[in-house]
T-cell receptor, first 112, second 115 residues
Framework: LAKTTQPISMDSYEGQEVNITCSHN???????ITWYQQFPSQGPRFIIQGYKTKVTNEVASLFIPADRKSSTLSLPRVSLSDTAVYYCLVGPPYSSASKIIFGSGTRLSIRP | GAGVSQTPSNKVTEKGKYVELRCDPI?????LYWYRQSLGQGPEFLIY????????DSGLPNDRFFAVRPEGSVSTLKIQRTERGDSAVYLC?????????????FGQGTRLTVV
């Protein structure tokens, strides 16, 4: 399973765009990139998943360059409620009967 | 229910005791995962079920840990002879595996404290 590297922590302010980059140099051909969000005392929550180029949903955008060795989660106009830990995961899609491996995540703190 | 349910939400036990943690996945989800999470760390994979069988139990730390899912729905994580190092939040997740891209839904976790 591809290992991921992401910043331990990031700080930003309300209303700003936040970009969290994850490195996954050993990503395999059939691996997808998935991001989860975790608030204190809660289980992780799926944010977005992608394979290549750009994916956008109502919460975030995911940018994946052509070589797929990194990815960037973009949170537009963050608010205080976006303060959480964000995990980048790389692995086969769940239908491939595979386990999901989490790294240490990025602790994002949003200030007023 | 609407989401993954884990019971109890908190469990305090004495060192050496046996504990069972229960997970009710989302109805119809064939895949079920157990993780444990220590303070400040990401979730650590323990075991993954596909239906009734354990497809991957490589994350179980030792033979004191065991999990079952006899009818392919509810799962129980069992820990024998608990140690203080077993204290953590135990998370359960389930997913529907009939599409290429699908998300895993996590419960709120069971906070286990071994004293």
């Amino acid at each position: 399973l591809a290992k991921t590297t992401q910043p331990i922590s990031m700080d930003s302010y309300e209303g700003q765009e936040v970009n969290i980059t994850c490195s996954h140099n050993n990503i395999a051909t059939n691996d997808y990139i998935t991001w989860y969000q975790q608030f204190p005392s809660q289980g992780p929550r799926f944010i977005i998943q992608g394979y290549k180029t750009k994916v956008t949903n109502e919460v975030a955008s995911l940018f994946i360059p052509a070589d797929r060795k990194s990815s960037t989660l973009s949170l537009p106009r963050v608010s205080l409620s976006d303060t959480a830990v964000y995990y980048c995961l790389v692995g086969p899609p769940y239908s491939s009967a595979s386990k999901i491996i989490f790294g240490s995540g990025t602790r994002l703190s949003i200030r007023p | 229910g609407a989401g993954v349910s884990q019971t109890p939400s908190n469990k305090v036990t004495e060192k050496g005791k046996y504990v069972e943690l229960r997970c009710d996945p989302i109805s119809g989800h064939t895949a079920l995962y157990w993780y444990r999470q220590s303070l400040g760390q990401g979730p650590e994979f323990l075991i993954y079920f596909q239906g009734t069988g354990a497809a991957d139990d490589s994350g179980l730390p030792n033979d004191r840990f065991f999990a079952v899912r006899p009818e392919g729905s509810v799962s129980t994580l069992k820990i024998q002879r608990t140690e203080r190092g077993d204290s953590a939040v135990y998370l359960c997740a389930s997913s529907l595996e009939d599409s290429m891209n699908t998300e895993a839904f996590f419960g709120q976790g069971t906070r286990l404290t071994v004293v």
